[in-house]
C-alpha cells in the first residue's frame, strides 16, 4: 500500500511562495492520479488541484487557478504543489491524497480518494 509524507509548508507572508511536496511509498504511485486538498480552521476540507497519473492533465480550484500548479515526477514518486502570491485566506493544512482509480486524470471530488497524507501547516500572514 502507498503511504504519503507531506512536507514544505511553513510561515510566509501575503504574496510569498512555498512549494509543498508529498512523497509516496510504493510502487505503484505512477498508475494513480493525485489530488491536493485543504482544510483550514473550523472548515471542511476542500479541494485545490489534481494531476493525472501520467501527469499529462491538472485541474484547480477556482480559488487557486493562476497561482498554484500542481506537477509530479513519477521517478521520484513525488507529487508538488507551487503555490505563489500567496494570500491569508490560503492558510490551512495542506494534504496530499491518490486517487480510487488507476489510469485516470482526478475529480475533485474528496470521497474519489483513498489515501492521505497526516498534512502540512501552510500559514500565510497579512
Known amino acids: 500500500q502507498v503511504q504519503l509524507v507531506e512536507s514544505g509548508g511553513g510561515l510566509v507572508q501575503a504574496g510569498g511562495s512555498l512549494r509543498l511536496s508529498c512523497a509516496a511509498s510504493g510502487r505503484s504511485f505512477s498508475m494513480y492520479a493525485m489530488g491536493w486538498f485543504r482544510q483550514a480552521p473550523g472548515k471542511e476540507r476542500v479541494f485545490v488541484a489534481h494531476?493525472?497519473?501520467?501527469?499529462?492533465?491538472?485541474f484547480y480550484a477556482d480559488s487557486v487557478k493562476g497561482r498554484f500548479t500542481i506537477s509530479r515526477d513519477n521517478a521520484l514518486n513525488t507529487v508538488y504543489l507551487q503555490m505563489n502570491s500567496l494570500k491569508p485566506e490560503d492558510t490551512a493544512v495542506y494534504y496530499c491524497?491518490?486517487?480510487?482509480?488507476?489510469?485516470?486524470?482526478?475529480?475533485?471530488?474528496?470521497?474519489?480518494?483513498?489515501?492521505w497524507g497526516q498534512g502540512t501547516q501552510v500559514t500565510v500572514s497579512s
Open positions: 494531476i493525472s497519473y501520467n501527469g499529462g492533465s491538472a
Open positions: 491524497a491518490i486517487n480510487r482509480r488507476p489510469y485516470y486524470s482526478g475529480t475533485p471530488y474528496r470521497d474519489d480518494y483513498n489515501r
